[in-house]
């Protein structure tokens, strides 16, 4: 009688099992946000102004008259003497003289290239040699080309100043011929320049100062503290931008332009989700050294939602199913898979849970149903899109034996190789997407009366990272930018 009531506590076993339910415990949860490092910065700043508005503006402050001379010299043709043979006889003696006249300047034209700002203004001198000797006059004119070179810079509280070297050709000398002598007055006229060299030192930095360069940097300096977005969805991301120092860089002439190269250092920091809080504002602190022009660094979040990854999963074990199961110890089972659920769990892995039902087919009785949960490290190489897994293992073993048909089920090579194929994920789409969007976000961005502008030359992208919102893949562009000043 043993035999058969043995038999028969097996069939009820059996019979329990086609109603058995396992579900299998699932592994913590990690829901953090991705943690994205705080990097340094640079943009070249040119702030403009028109050349034209500087010329007039030297026009208004310039005399035309440059200066006047009106001076009695005891000698302005030297004695002349004949020799006899015995001894030299005095002809003409010393003829004194009196000087007048003065000099004026033409139309004021300025110009350059680099950081050379070119000054170019036409002089006429009209001076008299009058009564020379007490009888005769005689009159001169002459003219040259004043070529003044500046070199402006920044001093103080971002104060302009300039150093202005000169130099002149004299198309036509100042001077008078009289008794076969030449009666020259360029030494006369050259004096009188060095003035001129002064006065433009002290006209320029006052024009420049007109043109409120500290009020327009302090309101870049304030306006640089924010926030601009990187990618509008799938996901969200924003970079902000913490203004950290300002280096001149010093002044060049493009064109018709006077522009002022300031290198500006910024903090960066880059946000997915919610546009973060502005960072709070801090003074205009004074000129740094030249920061240099290492371009623009930043950072754009690349993330596959985990829901992206579910439905490719189970796919590819729908996939798998039709090909049919065989497992070792029960031999054929079909098997229907259903809700796949992935998310991040500790140490960096995956968890992936997986809702099945498995059916012995050489035993019938033999069924569960329930949800089985593995986990993975999803892993890629730098400068690669392409994402796959390794270390996929069953979350949680148990004795059972109801439980071990799914234990077996997903131990089988063939149904982790399929969840495996199912995990692994081509960023290329989404990093050629989201890299379009920042750079079209970034190319050309007004902010207040600043324009920003940005192209990105080169694109690297880091080694994958596991997060609370998604796969997470760190994608660092660097190029060139400018901010310009554009009044609206």
């Not at 198309?171 to 009188?192: H, M, N, Y």
Request: charged residues 20%.
């Amino acid at each position: 009688m043993r035999a058969p009531y043995l038999l028969a506590m097996s069939g009820m076993l059996l019979a329990t099992g086609c109603s058995h339910s396992v579900t299998s415990p699932a592994p913590p949860k990690v829901e953090t946000a991705p943690d994205f490092p705080l990097q340094t910065s640079t943009i070249v700043v040119p702030i403009s102004s028109s050349l034209d508005d500087l010329q007039r503006a030297l026009e208004q402050q310039l005399p035309r008259r440059l200066w006047g001379i009106d001076k009695r010299l005891d000698t302005c043709v030297g004695e002349k003497r004949v020799d006899l043979g015995i001894a030299r006889l005095k002809v003409v003696p010393n003829l004194g003289c009196r000087i007048v006249g003065d000099v004026r300047r033409g139309k004021i034209t300025l110009g350059g290239s680099g950081d050379r700002l070119t000054i170019t203004m036409p002089i006429h001198a009209a001076i008299a040699a009058q009564k020379v000797g007490g009888v005769v006059s005689k009159t001169a004119t002459g003219d040259a080309v004043v070529h003044a070179v500046a070199r402006l810079s920044i001093v103080g509280n971002w104060r302009p100043s300039a150093r202005v070297s000169i130099a002149y050709d004299w198309t036509t000398p100042p001077g008078v011929d009289f008794l076969g002598q030449r009666i020259e007055f360029v030494s006369k006229a050259d004096a009188r320049l060095k003035p001129v060299i002064a006065r433009l030192e002290q006209t320029l930095p006052r024009e420049l100062d007109k043109l409120n360069l500290r009020a327009k940097l302090a309101g870049a300096w304030k306006q640089g503290f924010t926030s601009i977005m990187l990618n509008r969805e799938r996901p969200p991301a924003w970079m902000r931008i913490t203004p950290k120092r300002i280096g001149f860089g010093g002044y060049r002439i493009q064109r018709r332009n006077l522009e002022l190269l300031l290198s500006a250092e910024a903090y960066t920091e880059t946000f997915v989700g919610d546009r973060p809080a502005d960072p709070a504002v801090t003074p205009l602190p004074p000129p740094a050294a030249a920061i240099g022009q290492r371009g623009l660094n930043f950072f754009i979040p690349v993330l596959a939602d985990y829901a992206q990854l579910e439905p490719v999963v189970r796919r590819a074990l729908l996939k798998r199913a039709q090909k049919g199961i065989t497992l070792a110890g029960v031999g054929p089972v079909d098997v229907t898979f259903g809700k796949v659920t992935v998310y991040a769990t500790d140490g960096g892995h995956l968890a992936v849970g997986v809702v099945a039902e498995a059916k012995a087919k050489q035993n019938s009785l033999l069924s569960t149903k329930g949800e089985v949960w593995l986990t993975a490290v999803p892993y890629n190489v730098a400068n690669s899109q392409l994402v796959r897994v390794r270390d996929l293992t069953l979350a949680t073993n148990t004795d059972n034996s109801i439980t071990n048909l799914l234990v077996a089920l997903f131990k089988d090579t063939s149904i982790r190789d399929s969840i495996a194929q199912g995990l692994t994920h081509d960023f290329a789409p989404d990093y050629a997407k989201v890299l379009a969007s920042a750079r079209k976000a970034i190319g050309a961005r007004r902010e207040g009366d600043f324009l920003l502008s940005a192209d990105v030359t080169k694109v690297e992208n880091g080694t994958l990272a596991v997060t609370g919102q998604g796969l997470f893949m760190p994608v660092r562009a660097t190029g060139q930018a400018t901010i310009a000043y554009r009044p609206r």
